[in-house]
């Protein structure tokens, strides 16, 4: 059993994705080639967002979005301690300061009723992250930055596919960035992301940032990086795109097994009715954790832990814990479980998972599932 089955998923596209791929070596125009604004807009429509632009990564998806808003030095952005570490990178790397916001322990996405009292007068954006494939509470963290004139930028790395009232995720705020890491829910076969936007102005900045700054050849009017995704990326995940409807739908229907396995028997992470998940990862909450996952590892069954460090007590982030800190994310830290997940697994293979994972844990742990 594979925790993410990539194998199996391009055994289903190999033929579009060996001939999109195939595509781009005839042509050789490998950065900025025709596949590039093509995924753009066929991105941009499926969100509704008006502007998509690709960048190398999930991570330089961040970085641009920031740069474009003019985020630096002494200013303050407000995000979770509870995800991958590249979210509150990206902003250390600008100079700026991450504020920290504890979590909601039913969803472990940020908790909007504790980002008020954070808000300072150098607080410039608000940067949740939409996790394990779940949309946070957007429409309040909007509300909240609109009457404090703030941005708010969705880490929706672990989200492109879900939706919140109706909505799709990287099209809930001014802006959203998404992740094309091969293990996300929509990958490409290196590293890749994308930004969304329906502000020109941002969308321009965002396009001359992701090419040193440039204007136009040679003409540098802002401060940027080298942020392309490239052609071949953007390539398979064109590929990749035909098909994406019906992973979605596997996704759901493998976390609906695993539901009417587990719910009520063992710690899951709540989804609210109001939003749709994509199932970056199944997350499930357990007491003795290790003993846990040693179980599974004798069974051969695969299992992560998304995320056993918050970021304010990672040793490079310290500086910037206050004393309240994050208890709640500590504690899910300790807790959160991920078990193996993706449109390729059948329901045998996760009643197996079900089994040893409740025979491990013993005693049901009270569900935290109700939304």
Request: aromatic fraction near 6%.
């Amino acid at each position: 059993m594979k925790f993410i089955d990539l194998k199996a998923q391009y055994q289903l596209g190999r033929e579009n994705i060996n001939a999109r791929i195939q595509a781009v070596l005839e042509h050789g125009q490998y950065i900025m080639g025709p596949e590039v604004a093509e995924l753009e807009a066929r991105l941009a429509a499926r969100t509704g967002a008006r502007h998509c632009i690709t960048v190398s990564s999930g991570t330089e998806a961040l970085l641009i979005s920031l740069m474009a808003l003019g985020i630096g030095a002494g200013d303050e952005v407000i995000t979770t301690p509870f995800s991958f570490i590249a979210t509150a990178e990206a902003i250390v790397l600008l100079g700026a300061t991450p504020v920290f916001v504890d979590i909601d322990p039913a969803t472990c996405n940020i908790d909007p009723t504790l980002i008020e009292a954070k808000i300072s007068g150098r607080t410039k954006a608000i940067m949740p992250v939409s996790l394990y494939g779940q949309p946070a509470d957007m429409e309040a963290i909007n509300a909240i930055a609109w009457r404090h004139g703030l941005s708010v930028i969705e880490d929706a790395a672990q989200s492109f596919g879900a939706t919140y009232g109706g909505k799709q995720s990287c099209n809930l705020s001014a802006i959203g960035c998404t992740s094309f890491f091969p293990s996300k829910p929509l990958g490409c076969y290196g590293d890749g992301g994308a930004i969304f936007t329906s502000d020109a102005q941002l969308a321009s900045a965002m396009r001359d940032i992701r090419v040193h700054g440039q204007s136009r050849r040679y003409v540098h009017t802002r401060i940027g990086v080298g942020g392309r995704m490239d052609t071949l990326q953007c390539a398979i995940v064109l590929a990749k795109l035909d098909y994406f409807d019906w992973e979605l739908q596997q996704r759901a229907r493998a976390a609906a097994s695993y539901d009417a396995l587990l719910s009520g028997k063992i710690g899951l992470v709540a989804r609210r009715r109001d939003r749709s998940s994509v199932f970056a990862q199944y997350t499930v909450v357990v007491e003795q954790r290790e003993r846990v996952r040693a179980a599974l590892d004798a069974a051969a069954i695969p299992s992560a832990v998304h995320y056993p460090v918050p970021m304010h007590l990672q040793p490079a982030y310290a500086r910037w814990s206050d004393a309240a800190g994050a208890p709640v994310a500590q504690a899910m830290a300790a807790r959160v479980l991920s078990l193996p997940m993706g449109p390729y697994l059948d329901d045998a293979s996760i009643a197996r998972v079900c089994a040893v994972l409740l025979d491990a844990a013993g005693a049901p742990a009270p569900s935290c599932s109700q939304p």
